[in-house]
């Protein structure tokens, strides 16, 4: 496979989106903070199927991380993921050479989707979601692309892009895709943070996905009293965590939180393992 263009600046990348969309190409977007792994080259290759380009962003939004966050330490390869962007068929990548290309000096617009970013990942890491949709508005309105790809490992984000992009109007010309959690053979949910983990930990990280097994489990038994499937999936994370941020079970698309399982509903789990939070989700009743 050909290697994709790299673009650092906004004007370079105006230059090429000028002539895709001149001659009536439809593009997809995958957005993505880099470090690649099997997720995102899932979205890749499915916007491969559906668009005639795609085009990749690797940017480590500093707006999406709190003060004691990862930011400094998040792990970064753009060699690496620019071969890989090259393997899974990418047209360009876009990887702002500084902040500054995103955020010049002066900016001062946010995009807050006030309920759904309350609780869950919201509700313990505040302002992340408005960093996260504040620079995909920005990637939607600079791209213009027919369809963006996300995914659903990210379930909260997922639901927050897909209101921004409708309350915003810029889903009028972006269809907003979720693809399906891609894992590792053993079942833990592909995550960039996964690289921050000793193979002690790697393996305890296990519990978050075992925590979903087992609630999923009591479902496909008949059980649909929240409480229940909570204590479930509680009980295998505590095996492996060191702590746990939240387990909730939501309502599919509302985000909010139910007391019996009468339609789709989504069980979150946030937790540390070491250092590092990991999430993880499984829909049930769909
Ligand atoms: O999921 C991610 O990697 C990021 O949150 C995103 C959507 C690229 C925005 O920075």
């Not at 990418?90 to 900016?107: I, M």
């Amino acid at each position: 496979m050909a290697s994709p263009i790299l673009v650092q600046t906004r004007d370079e990348l105006l230059e090429a989106l000028r002539a895709l969309h001149a001659k009536g190409e439809r593009l997809a977007l995958v957005p993505t903070m880099g470090f690649l792994h099997e997720g995102h080259l899932s979205l890749i290759r499915e916007g491969k199927k559906r668009a005639d380009k795609v085009a990749v962003t690797i940017f480590v939004n500093p707006t999406q991380f709190g003060p004691n966050e990862d930011l400094d330490r998040y792990p970064r390869d753009l060699a690496g993921d620019l071969a890989k962007c090259g393997e899974a068929g990418a047209w360009l990548v876009y990887a702002p050479q500084s902040p500054r290309e995103v955020y010049p000096e002066g900016f001062q617009t946010w995009v807050q989707v006030t309920e759904l970013e309350m609780g869950l990942c919201g509700g313990k890491r505040p302002g992340h979601f408005k960093g996260v949709a504040t620079v995909v508005a920005k990637l939607l309105g600079l791209f213009r692309p027919q369809l963006a790809l996300f995914g659903q490992k990210d379930y909260q984000q997922l639901a927050v892009i897909r209101r921004m992009a409708r309350d915003l109007d810029l889903g009028a010309w972006t269809e907003i895709v979720g693809m399906p959690t891609v894992r590792e053979t053993d079942g833990l949910a592909m995550s960039s943070r996964n690289a921050y983990l000793s193979p002690e930990e790697r393996q305890r990280a296990l519990s978050l996905k075992a925590g979903l097994d087992a609630a999923a489990a009591r479902y496909e038994a008949g059980e649909r009293q929240a409480a229940a499937l909570l204590a479930a999936a509680r009980a295998e994370v505590e095996r492996g965590a060191d702590r746990i941020d939240y387990v909730e079970l939501v309502d599919a698309d509302s985000l909010r939180p139910v007391e019996r399982v009468d339609g789709p509903v989504c069980l979150l789990v946030a937790a540390f393992v070491g250092k590092t939070r990991l999430i993880d989700n499984r829909v049930l009743g769909s």
